[in-house]
């Protein structure tokens, strides 16, 4: 375990259920993020938590939602999600400051829309 | 933005060979660039990183080299085992920033 879990492994909703993925970290980290990674694709960034304060949301679909309650839990709440929403979303913590400072991974989350 | 590439997308080696992952990047003022393993069904792991004031790095089989005048920084792995077979990201940032911009991935296949 790298210190960074997330829940669930895997998921399978329809496109018109409501989901959320959570990423729980106990490093001492106080930025948390979310990506997504597709087949043959760089990592995209979607959203970046520094201090619970969202700093950055790169033109993610509001149908992707985040939530950041507290430095050491990050939630992304799907609802009426795409079939090209399929992917593996990976939760990362660092500590403020960016990514030189302890940037770890969690495993992901499998996501299959149907 | 910052605009990274990397390649090949795939190498296969023989077990004890070298291999050599190169990628270069568009924003001069990156001065980080981590390097990351992915095994199947775990996410990328931090392997080994330089920053722009350091021209070469090495953690015991794995090296990284950087030429900024040139934007582009590689990964070497020498003496490769049937562990290292995994898909290898680069990345890059700007210091005292939070967004990491990565590269397209290599996977690596170690033949026996």
């Known amino acids: ?114 | 933005g910052e605009n990274v590439e990397q390649h090949p997308s795939t190498l296969s080696v023989q077990e004890g060979d070298s291999a050599v992952i190169k990628c270069t990047y568009s924003d001069s003022a990156s001065n980080y660039f981590p390097w990351y393993k992915q095994e199947l069904g775990k996410g990328p792991q931090l392997i080994i990183d330089i920053r722009s004031n350091v021209g070469e790095k090495k953690d015991q089989r794995i090296a990284v080299t950087l030429n900024k005048t040139a934007k582009h920084f590689s990964l070497h792995i020498t003496e490769t085992q049937p562990e290292d077979s995994a898909v290898y990201f680069c990345a890059a940032s700007i210091g005292g920033n939070e967004k990491l911009t990565f590269g397209t991935g290599t996977r690596l296949t170690i033949i026996p």
């Open chain 1, 1 to 114: 375990e790298t210190g960074v879990t997330q829940t669930p492994r895997h998921l399978v909703m329809g496109m018109t259920n409501k989901k959320s993925l959570k990423c729980e970290q106990h490093l001492g980290h106080n930025a948390m993020y979310w990506y997504k990674q597709s087949a043959k694709k760089p990592l995209e960034l979607m959203f970046v938590y520094s201090l619970e304060e969202r700093v950055e949301n790169n033109s993610v679909p509001s149908r992707f939602s985040p939530e950041c309650p507290n430095s050491s839990h990050l939630f992304l709440h799907l609802h009426t999600l795409q079939p090209e929403d399929s992917a593996l979303y990976l939760c990362a913590s660092s500590k403020e400051g960016g990514p030189r400072y302890g940037y770890t991974f969690g495993s992901g989350t499998r996501l299959t829309v149907v």
